[in-house]
């Protein structure tokens, strides 16, 4: 019991330390918003992945790709379109306070929050092709679901395939 109380006034001691400390500005819809592109692949001022959304509703390859991705890796325990589930938080929330670096080192190397009695594990991805070669598809896509307007489900529009996705998920995959 003591230790229990003691556990639980340390994590209200630290917690919020640790949480200020990795305090990141928010995120967006003006910082994400897309101010350069190669080949199809957006960047924002900072020269981080971002997504396009037209006004038809039409969405840049790597949103789209980015959906399948998540679909097929995440879903399960973050839920469908990123609102999260009993397993794991909602992403479309937590991304608003993640910048790229640190989404691209929890997802590579993952995490594990041991608390309140239950543990909660962030599988490790960096040894996963169908995932860490689609890193920045699934980072763009999060980000257009928690800052953009991307809405639930599929996007029913999207741009072609660019070429340079096309050599990335070759060389990637392939080697
Ligand atoms: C087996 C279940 C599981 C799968 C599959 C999974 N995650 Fe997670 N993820 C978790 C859990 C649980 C946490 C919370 C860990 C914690 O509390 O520290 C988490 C945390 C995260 C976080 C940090 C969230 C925050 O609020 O700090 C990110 C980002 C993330 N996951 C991305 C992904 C991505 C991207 C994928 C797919 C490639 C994925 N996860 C697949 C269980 C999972």
């Known amino acids: 019991m003591f230790l229990r109380n003691a556990i639980s006034v340390l994590a209200m001691i630290f917690l919020p330390l640790t949480i200020s ?3 990141q500005a928010q995120d967006t819809k003006e910082k ?3 101010v350069k592109d190669e080949d199809g692949k957006y960047l924002d ?3 981080n992945p971002t997504f396009k959304i ?3 509703g039409t969405v840049d390859w790597y949103t789209f790709s980015g959906y399948r991705r998540y679909h097929a890796d995440c879903h399960v325990c973050h839920g469908p ?3 999260g589930s009993s397993y794991a938080p909602p992403l479309i929330n937590s991304m608003k306070g993640m910048d790229y670096g640190t989404f691209l080192s929890i997802v590579a190397e993952g995490r594990k929050n041991v608390g309140g009695g239950k543990e909660n594990v962030m599988p490790a ?3 996963n092709k169908n995932v860490y070669c689609y890193l920045d598809d699934i980072y763009v896509y999060l980000r257009a679901r928690a800052v953009g307007d991307a809405p639930r489900g599929r996007p029913p529009k999207k741009a072609d395939k660019p070429q340079a996705a096309k050599d990335h ?3 990637c995959m392939g080697g």
């Open 54 to 56: 037209q006004d038809d």
């Open 125 to 127: 991805f960096g040894e």
């Open 32 to 34: 994400a918003a897309a």
């Open 169 to 171: 998920e070759a060389s």
């Open 21 to 23: 400390g990795h305090a």
């Open 81 to 83: 379109d990123g609102v």
């Open 45 to 47: 001022a900072e020269g």
